[in-house]
């Protein structure tokens, strides 16, 4: 299995424990490195394999993007 693979693998775990947590007190600074490094491997895979493994940092970068606004927008 190529580097690529394993970042983007890696990545994809962390993604989903966005959403579903491992155990359950699992913390938001968990959550929030969660998804700092699967944005990091996300593009790291998609540099030195396959683009299609942006979508995750894709996702997450546009997730919190629609938060930011939801929140300024509610103000």
Same mark, same amino acid.
Request: aromatic share 14%.
């Given at each position: 299995? /190529?580097?690529?693979? /394993?970042? $983007?693998?890696?990545?994809?775990? %962390?993604? =989903? *424990?966005?959403?579903? &947590? &491992?155990? &359950?007190?699992?913390?938001?600074?968990?959550?929030?490195?969660? =998804?700092? %490094? *699967?944005?990091? %491997?996300?593009?790291?895979?998609?540099? *030195?394999? /396959? /683009?299609?493994?942006?979508?995750? &940092? =894709? *996702?997450?970068? $546009?997730?919190?993007?629609?938060? %930011?606004?939801?929140?300024?927008? =509610?103000?």
């Amino acid at each position: 299995m /190529k580097r690529s693979t /394993k970042a $983007g693998i890696a990545s994809a775990v %962390l993604f =989903a *424990s966005i959403f579903v &947590p &491992p155990y &359950p007190e699992w913390r938001a600074p968990i959550t929030f490195a969660s =998804a700092v %490094l *699967s944005c990091v %491997l996300g593009a790291l895979a998609a540099t *030195s394999g /396959k /683009k299609w493994w942006l979508i995750i &940092p =894709a *996702s997450i970068v $546009g997730g919190f993007v629609l938060d %930011l606004y939801l929140v300024i927008y =509610a103000l």
